[in-house]
């Protein structure tokens, strides 16, 4: 059989993409609506800004060490590890009887992501030949809009008519059978590996991340991503986990509106990614990137003009 013959993706990779359609359809089930959970829960306005700053911490504590974990042990081993980290973390999400308790989901949730979006992309890659590598990495990331797509109206759906609790209870119990599916995953890529691999140890961590925080610094152009990368992230933590307060106290949005604003959301980026692939591709990357920029500073000003449903569905278009 030709090497053209071969499936684009192999049936390891896709009972894999089938796990992360899980999860992350779990995850976009509530993640939107998050800041309306902390209020039901207690917390104002200034506790929610509060609670998604310390949750941001984490992220910052485990994602190179993620990242460097997964080239030690394996891919599907941290994903496994990250997995269970997050099925922890559904249980907080689950009992948690005031805000403060969501802290430690958050905690989880930021060991689950950072286990595994690093592992995500280069087990892509690994399953992946040079030849069909980019097509393999444009059906995932066509698969991802399509549970952006799904999760929140879902979401929204039963949050408002079932109650967060029973919503974390449905998602948990998704992100859960894409955990155990991961776990049999990493403990059958154990029995296949030929030899052991060397043991992780404090010098080669600190070896390898004198070397990635060296990449960031030299003043080239990661440095420069590193950097509109980091002021973008800013400008959205100081006002995107509000939004949703704001929208359902004053705009008065119910839950499902807000869920269907997200869908709306993915579904733009899911028609635009080609596109913008081909105008990167004969005009640079950096018109891609100053021309998304400019796409976000003119929804921003949309949105504090915007009072009806219809307004936030043309800005949450224009963000996507």
Not at 189 to 210: H, K, Q, V
């Amino acid at each position: 059989m030709g090497a053209d013959a071969r499936p684009l993706l192999t049936n390891r990779l896709k009972l894999f993409m089938v796990t992360m359609i899980l999860a992350n359809v779990a995850g976009n089930m509530w993640r939107q609506l998050l800041p309306l959970y902390l209020q039901e829960l207690g917390a104002g306005v200034c506790q929610v800004g509060l609670f998604f700053t310390l949750g941001a911490i984490a992220p910052l504590l485990f994602q190179l060490f993620g990242g460097w974990l997964s080239d030690a042990i394996g891919r599907l081993q941290a994903v496994a590890i990250g997995s269970l980290a997050g099925v922890v973390g559904y249980a907080v999400y689950i009992l948690a009887p005031s805000w403060h308790w969501l802290l430690i989901a958050t905690a989880t949730g930021a060991v689950a992501s950072s286990f595994v979006a690093p592992s995500y992309m280069a087990f892509i890659a690994e399953e992946s030949t040079e030849q069909n590598r980019g097509r393999v990495y444009g059906l995932s990331s066509t698969l991802f809009q399509i549970v952006g797509i799904v999760g929140p109206p879902v979401g929204g759906y039963l949050s408002q008519y079932l109650g967060f609790r029973a919503l974390f209870i449905i998602s948990g119990a998704l992100y859960t059978a894409a955990t155990a599916i991961r776990l049999w995953m990493a403990r059958g890529a154990n029995r296949e590996e030929d030899s052991p691999r060397e043991r992780p140890s404090f010098a080669r961590l600190r070896t390898d991340f004198g070397a990635m925080i060296g990449l960031v610094l030299a003043g080239g152009i990661v440095t420069w991503i590193f950097i509109s990368d980091g002021v973008r992230d800013v400008t959205f933590g100081m006002a995107f986990q509000l939004l949703p307060l704001y929208m359902q106290n004053l705009m008065g949005l119910a839950n499902v509106q807000i869920g269907w604003l997200s869908s709306i959301n993915s579904a733009a980026t899911m028609i635009f990614l080609s596109p913008a692939g081909w105008l990167s591709d004969k005009r640079g990357e950096r018109v891609g990137i100053v021309g998304g920029f400019a796409l976000i500073a003119a929804a921003i000003a949309l949105f504090l003009r915007s009072q009806t449903f219809a307004g936030f569905v043309v800005v949450w278009a224009l963000f996507g």
